[in-house]
């Protein structure tokens, strides 16, 4: 089976762009869920969604916003993007719930 | 309120000797378990997890843990280290949450093989 894939890998943006990541789950599974990983905060969980519903939430500013479509795959998109926003954003997917499975990551900088 | 404590955010040891990563949790509910580890520019790999069965949990590369419910611990260990080994360790405890389950990370713990 093929893993969560993440694309695309690597981005550089200028403060004040937006920037849409995109999320592929392994197959069958329905929960996507997305956590930003920095330096000085570790990791930090945004969202997650469930059969094209948000399940759950962190405690992210409205700038961060997702979806998730019928095939269950995701995208999250940042608006008016600050240098504080570089950082490595990780989807996990999971079926269960009972255990959450990583992508390889998007490495987002902002100039 | 749900956490996770990793006690040291670094552990050094020689290659071939034992590796010991601390975690304690706090959790309202019977949590889910994990530890995962996160090598350099990857994602997260899962190592092993513990879900209300058996309190010793053998993960992948040797790893394992043990889960002390009087000491509210998942301590994360290996007989013998590898250089491969090298690389970030994360404990993490899952409780429900609405409909789901809300995952808590601890802040992580680095591991240092020294040849």
């Known amino acids: 089976k093929a893993g969560v894939t993440q694309t695309p890998r690597y981005l550089i943006k200028t403060r004040g762009q937006q920037v849409t990541l995109s999320c592929s789950p392994i197959?069958?599974?329905?929960?996507v869920s997305w956590y930003q990983q920095t330096p000085g905060q570790g990791l930090q969980f945004l969202f997650e969604?469930?059969?094209?519903?948000?399940?759950n939430k962190g405690n992210f500013p409205g700038r961060f916003s997702g979806r998730q479509f019928s095939n269950s795959r995701s995208e999250m998109n940042v608006s008016t993007l600050e240098l504080g926003d570089s950082a490595l954003y990780l989807c996990?997917?999971?079926?269960?719930?009972?255990?959450?499975?990583f992508g390889p990551g998007t490495r987002l900088t902002v100039t | 309120a749900q956490s996770v404590t990793q006690l040291d955010s670094h552990v050094s040891v020689s290659e071939g000797t034992p590796v010991l990563l601390r975690c304690n949790y706090s959790?309202?509910?019977?949590?889910?378990l994990f530890w995962y580890v996160q090598h350099p520019n990857k994602g997260l790999q899962l190592l092993l997890k513990?879900?209300?069965?058996?309190?010793l949990v053998k993960g992948i590369n040797g790893f394992e843990a043990e889960f002390k419910k009087s000491e509210t611990s998942f301590h994360l260990t290996k007989p013998s280290a590898h250089m491969s080994d090298a690389a970030e360790y994360f404990c993490?405890?899952?409780?429900?949450?609405?409909?789901?389950?809300?995952?808590?990370f601890g802040t992580g713990t680095s591991l240092t093989v020294i040849p």
């Open positions: 996990a997917s999971s079926f269960t719930s009972a255990e959450q499975y």
């Open positions: 197959s069958g599974h329905r929960s």
């Open positions: 993490v405890v899952s409780d429900p949450k609405g409909t789901g389950n809300q995952f808590y």
């Open positions: 513990y879900t209300s069965a058996a309190t």
């Open positions: 969604y469930f059969s094209e519903t948000q399940r």
């Open positions: 959790s309202s509910y019977s949590p889910s």
